[in-house]
Nanobody
Framework: QLQLIESGGGLVQAGGSLRLSCLAS????????VAWFRQAPGKEREFVGG????????NYEHSVKGRFTISVNNVKNTVYLQMNSLKPEDTAVYYC????????????WGQGTQVTVSS
């Protein structure tokens, strides 16, 4: 079994920063790629960014590129999402997800953490 647990969400003013963490426990050797997704009220879940479990090959959704950074600490089995210059439209529940194979589906999901950006 593999579990993903997010933390670090909260309320922040526009222009501020937050860092989300995603702790992976269990069979982390099953992970090939990890990613962050988000879902705002009334909207579909969308991809924010992803990276390999080894910490390479990061890619981002266009609206967050240059503001958000994904990183991995394999010693701590933790994936981070550093979010800077936050905007009200970044308000959403943020989910960590893991895929066991290159190009595969994201089979593992965390419970989500709420990020609210006030204007």
């Amino acid at each position: 079994q593999l579990q993903l647990i997010e933390s670090g969400g909260g309320l922040v003013q526009a222009g501020g920063s937050l860092r989300l963490s995603c702790l992976a426990s269990g069979r982390t050797f099953n992970l090939y790629r990890v990613a962050w997704f988000r879902q705002a009220p009334g909207k579909e879940r969308e991809f924010v960014g992803g990276i390999t479990w080894r910490g390479s090959g990061a890619n981002y959704e266009h609206s967050v590129k240059g503001r958000f950074t994904i990183s991995v600490n394999n010693v701590k089995n933790t994936v981070y999402l550093q979010m800077n210059s936050l905007k009200p439209e970044d308000t959403a529940v943020y989910y960590c997800a893991g895929s066991p194979a290159s190009g595969g589906d994201y089979d593992y999901w965390g419970q989500g953490t709420q990020v609210t950006v006030s204007s």
